[in-house]
């Protein structure tokens, strides 16, 4: 009886030392695969303000214009979404910039330009789609891009490959 609780005993540590070893490898993995994941974080891309304003916003800016131009509201109010989602990417991944922290003054103008596409009044949405513009201009001087100046524009057609 002795000899076979000596053996459980033997047996019981054993395998207590085997699950201890076990979890620690297993850890180290965990941590191992942590640093990794964290590596491919530290180095994912992230688009400059520059990029996401010439390839998202001035182009969904130019497209809300000629949805709104044409009364294709249901165009205009898409654009409009989607211009909205270039500054709160800017927001997302410029957090603490004075680009990120002065886009907040857009969003009163969007409001605006929606409330007409909204109400279809096109007297409304040229109103508020120059205030919109001009908007635009006083985000670049605070944050020191003057030098970027947008106007509504005034040639329809550089989207020929879309209808308005």
């Known amino acids: 009886m002795k000899r076979l609780f000596v053996i459980i005993i033997v047996f019981l540590?054993?395998?207590a030392t085997l699950i201890g070893c076990n979890q620690e490898n297993s850890n180290k993995k965990l941590q191992n695969k942590i640093d990794s994941l964290q590596a491919k974080v530290n180095n994912a891309y992230v688009p400059g303000t520059g990029e996401i304003m010439s390839n998202i916003v001035?182009?969904?800016?130019y497209k809300l214009w000629l949805?709104?131009?044409?009364?294709?509201w249901e165009l205009a109010k898409y654009e409009s979404h989607l211009l909205s989602g270039g500054f709160k990417?800017?927001?997302?991944?410029h957090r603490g910039t004075p680009e990120a922290n002065n886009t907040p003054m857009i969003y009163p103008q969007l409001e605006a330009v929606d409330k007409a596409i909204k109400q279809h009044d096109i007297n409304a949405f040229n109103s508020s789609f120059a205030v919109l513009t001009a908007?635009?201009?006083?985000?670049?001087?605070?944050?020191?891009?003057?030098?970027n100046i947008i106007t509504v524009p005034t040639a329809k057609g550089s989207f020929d490959n879309q209808k308005f």
């Open 135 to 147: 908007t635009c201009n006083t985000c670049h001087q605070a944050t020191n891009y003057g030098v």
């Open 13 to 15: 540590s054993s395998l």
């Open 58 to 61: 001035l182009p969904h800016h």
């Open 67 to 72: 949805a709104g131009e044409n009364k294709n």
């Open 89 to 93: 990417r800017i927001q997302k991944f």
